[in-house]
């Protein structure tokens, strides 16, 4: 199990084609799923979108566990939240454009997930007390909240499933298959509907598939995604916006 240990610690430390790998598949299924909101007719594309999320967990807490455990105040950190909590803001303009749901864009959950997912690996009374307060506001907020409550924790179910691999793998699977719930998605897979037992089924392999992906080591290289892929997501739904005007 230390061997193991050792060799993913020593994946994660040095630049990744998986973890590149792994947030391509993420932005692309993202706007594969966001193509709904330009021809609703295309309703089942929602199938395949409902790995983005999990996928971008895996990515986030692959970067956290990164990190060296109690070091939580370092520059690296400041940027990373910085930056997420930028683009929140910034995402949040052309997502009330683009989408009817009313609740906040993906990025308000994701920063509420890095930072309980810090409180797992810092463990300092910093990071705990900062992972409490973001754990409380993801309750509170759970109904405006994208992927709810559930979603918020999933960052940190990741990283305890990348620390300790085997049967927590679980977790996440189980929370990502839970923030998909909240619909009557659960009532018609219950009714065996073929399309919701399907996106239900592709939350839950989502994260299983992700870190999967995090352990293998590719001869090929990946288009490294960097500091560029914040400015993604807003820029993908105000060009989908547009070509909503468009058509």
């Known amino acids: ?23 391509w598949v993420a932005m692309l299924t993202m706007v594969i799923d966001h193509l709904r909101l330009v021809w609703p007719e295309m309703s089942t594309l929602f199938i395949p979108g409902r790995l983005s999320f999990p996928l971008f967990c895996v990515a986030i807490a692959a970067n956290v566990a990164r990190s060296k455990s109690g070091e939580l105040l370092t520059p690296a950190n400041g940027r990373y939240l ?3 909590l930028l683009f929140a803001v910034i995402s949040e ?6 989408s009817t749901l009313g609740s906040f864009n993906v990025l308000v959950t994701l920063v509420l997930g890095l930072v309980i997912a810090w409180g797992w690996q810092h463990r300092t009374l910093l990071s705990g007390a900062m992972a409490l307060i973001a754990t409380t506001i993801a309750y509170v907020l759970d109904d405006p909240l994208m992927y709810g409550f559930y979603g918020a924790l999933v960052p940190a179910a990741v990283l ?41 089924s592709t939350a839950f392999a989502a994260p299983l598939i992700g870190l999967w992906l995090l352990r293998q080591t590719f001869s090929f290289k ?12 807003p820029g993908h739904l105000a060009a989908l916006q547009a070509l ?4």
């Open 160 to 200: 305890l499933a990348i620390k300790k691999p085997g049967v927590l793998w679980l977790l996440p699977a189980a929370l990502c298959l839970l923030s998909n719930t909240r619909s009557s998605i659960v009532i018609r897979a219950m009714d065996l509907e073929i399309y919701s037992l399907l996106a239900l």
């Open 244 to 247: 909503r005007f468009l058509v």
């Open 93 to 98: 303009v052309p997502y009330r454009y683009i």
């Open 222 to 233: 990946v288009w490294p995604v960097g500091q560029w892929g914040y400015w993604f997501y």
């Open 1 to 23: 199990m230390t061997t193991v240990h050792t060799t993913q610690h020593a994946l994660l430390k040095r630049r990744s084609s998986s973890l590149d790998l792994i947030k």
């Open 82 to 84: 910085l930056s997420m």
